[in-house]
DNA sequence: GTGGTCTAGACCACC
DNA sequence: GTGGTCTAGACCACA
């Protein structure tokens, strides 16, 4: 896996859990893989990974059994939906809609771009 | 100023500078206030303001006259402009599409969400 | 049941077997769950009741009768009296008195809290 | 410093935080020691060290101004109390009890055991 | 096997 | 100078 220079490896890898929770490739009360495995599989060290378990364990969207691994949370989509959807309105959206105002685009616009864009 | 702890200062405060010259608070040719006193209005260190200003120079938005001060470069407003824009298309966008898809939105929501928001 | 996670489990259940025996439910010489009943009803593996046991048969607290089971040893309750006082003194009550001091609390004030607590 | 074993030392080291600031060697609004600093008076590795500050952070009990170092935080002082004092409640009181039950030993018999003890 | 802690030390961005 | 991240790897308790 590329990582983005710009934002903390664990961060991003806490990032793709939440993807995996919200895309239900992960279900809740699954087993979700090992520290271990993730660190080998993203080729990080087992600390970084880690990290993100630690990370999402504290929002209540993963719990660990001992010495049984990690696993999504009863609830823990909803959990995972609500706080990337708080995130988005209170973030990401003033923001969005700030860069639209400087750039003189409307969210109109945005449909037209999305679809002119390479990367769709 | 509150900063986001998420981005470096000096960035933010580039990016503010970026946002007068776009709402034309800041015109061509014109000077903008010195080091110290975005220092001081913005309680950081003159080290990290005067940063800010280096970065933008580098893109030639504005321009430094010894002894004198910091000033728009000619052309500044549509060079802010299009790196904004070059950005947004390239990296919020797709960064936007992403997201919504996780969501369950559509641009169309944006409308309503942009409307309902607290913060418009 | 419940089990506090910062506590390895096996010391949790070694607890509450001095708990059985402190309250007499547990008596000398009478034979005590099995560990497989342990492990069933507590909803854990069976390595780790059995740690339990072999934590309180090293402690003198209970012995096994091969084929039979577990048993409370005789002068078992006044072993664990014993032990869990002497840890009481020389841990609990250290720790006890620091933490009043910090919270600017006496001992007198634990009748009261104690009382107010929902917890009795 | 000597650390207890059966504790991890990034907890003790957040203790101890805790304790200053409810002793008032560390004030509101003051800067703490650097990460570094702490790390070489406890003889504990950096990243050990940091841990306590990011607990303590996340708790907003202390705050980092970039660059610059921790701070206790503003209202920091009645936070670590509450905290403490919550914890006492729901934990420390209740496990008291259920000991002092066990024992057969009242919060009467406490002023004269303390007194007592040699750690006093 | 699992996670949790810790060390030693590097590198970086930021102030 | 500050903290933040990451690696490499050890050691341990626990299930």
Redesign the pocket.
Known sequence: MQ?NTN??????IADLFCENILLKKWKENER????????VDL?????????S??LL?EKEIIY???????FVSEGGYNKTLALKEEFFINNDLPELMKTLNLLSLTIADLEKLSKGSKKF
């Open positions: 990582f934002k903390a490896i664990y961060l991003q979700i893989p090992s520290v271990r495995e993730i660190a080729e990080v060290n087992p600390n970084t990974a880690l990290r378990f630690l364990e660990n059994k001992r010495g049984v691994g990690y």
